[in-house]
């Protein structure tokens, strides 16, 4: 029997689509909940677990939310990053490009200093120790465009510290056309582009998100497979798209992993990358990804590296030491 861990443990790797608030384990919601005093709706950490029960993204972008309520000091936000990079760095992941929320702390009255002090400390520190990483700012696509405007201009004093903005959170009946401004905008502050697209929305949200926002990388982009025309497209300009198997499991966006279109992507010849998303809540970190997908989809070794080395190609490479 292949041994995949080995095989993928062995393999350097870039992450490109985790959120932050998305690697808060069970364990630290709770001693955060506690040293901030905030009421949690589960007696232990195993009630937590069993909430994890999700059936789309909705369900689960409920829980995400609530639980990043915990997060109110500066020191949560580095401990929750600094939590990440080292379990990151212990898969063997050499270059990080993360997602955080900013509208979701900010609306609950955390001071934009306290998110990005925290983060960027946790963020200096992952550097120092050799790994590369850059951050990413996205915009919740349930709010208004006006208010993505508004967390641009509230994130003003940091805008060197982001490599990309991007668009997360309810995806269906927020297409990416809603924000085509602000993208521009952003696009003339000279920030790189992504975003979420074709997780649970139709097709026609991946053509809007390339044509009509002009992003340089789609986030999820399964449902892309539904449509030839927009396939050959993202063959012939090899968009990268960062691929998050156990978050598709875990929303019911597959039925299962044997199902996973991945492997179908690389067969198409597109520049499919394999990422975590929201790790505590989905059941593993990248290189659980990677094993557990290679294992349903009997992936060969060379795939396995075809799509470490897609990772690299995806990155925003560069000086990740400077933001941008
Ligand atoms: N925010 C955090 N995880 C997300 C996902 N998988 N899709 C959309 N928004 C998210
Ligand atoms: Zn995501």
Redesign the pocket.
């Known amino acids: 029997m292949t041994d995949y861990r080995a095989i993928v443990q062995e393999l350097p790797k870039a992450e490109l689509h985790i ?1 932050i608030e ?1 690697s808060l384990e069970p364990d630290m919601m709770f001693d955060l909940a506690q040293r901030n005093r905030v009421s949690l709706p589960y007696d232990n950490v195993e009630a937590v677990r069993q909430a994890y029960d999700f059936t789309c ?1 909705e369900d689960f ?1 409920g829980l ?1 939310y609530a639980g990043m309520q915990v997060l109110r000091e500066e020191s949560d936000f580095h401990d929750l990053a600094d939590a990440y990079f080292r379990r990151a760095e212990a898969d063997h992941v050499t270059h990080i490009e993360y997602f955080f929320d900013p509208q979701a702390h900010l609306d609950r009255g955390v001071p934009i200093g306290t998110i990005m002090g925290g983060l960027m400390r946790a963020t200096r520190e992952a550097r120092e120790r050799g790994i590369e990483v850059s951050i990413i700012l996205c915009f919740l696509r349930h709010l208004t465009e006006r208010e993505a405007f508004q967390a641009l201009e509230k994130t003003a004093e940091y805008h060197t510290e982001f490599i990309a903005v991007g668009l ?2 309810s ?1 269906v009946g927020n297409p990416p056309s809603k924000f085509e401004r602000v993208f521009a905008a952003a696009r003339d502050l000279g920030f790189k582009l992504v975003a ?1 697209a074709g ?1 649970e929305g139709p097709p026609e949200y991946v053509w809007e998100a390339l044509d009509v926002l002009g992003v340089d990388r789609i986030d999820h982009g399964n449902r892309a497979l539904e449509d030839d025309a927009l396939v050959a497209r993202l063959r012939r300009d090899q968009v990268p798209l960062t691929v ?1 198997p156990l ?1 598709n499991l875990k ?1 019911a966006v597959v039925d299962s992993l044997s199902a996973h279109p991945i492997k179908r992507m690389l067969d198409h010849g597109l520049l499919a990358t394999v990422n975590s ?2 790790p505590a809540y989905f059941g593993g970190y990248v290189n659980d990804n990677y094993v557990r997908t290679a294992r349903a989809l009997d992936l060969t070794e060379t795939e396995l590296a075809i799509l470490a080395e897609n990772s690299f190609a995806a990155a925003f490479l560069g000086d990740a030491t400077a933001g941008r």
Do not use: V
């Open positions: 959120h998305g993204l972008l995400y997360d959170s995806e979420h997780e998050c978050s929303l998303d929201d």
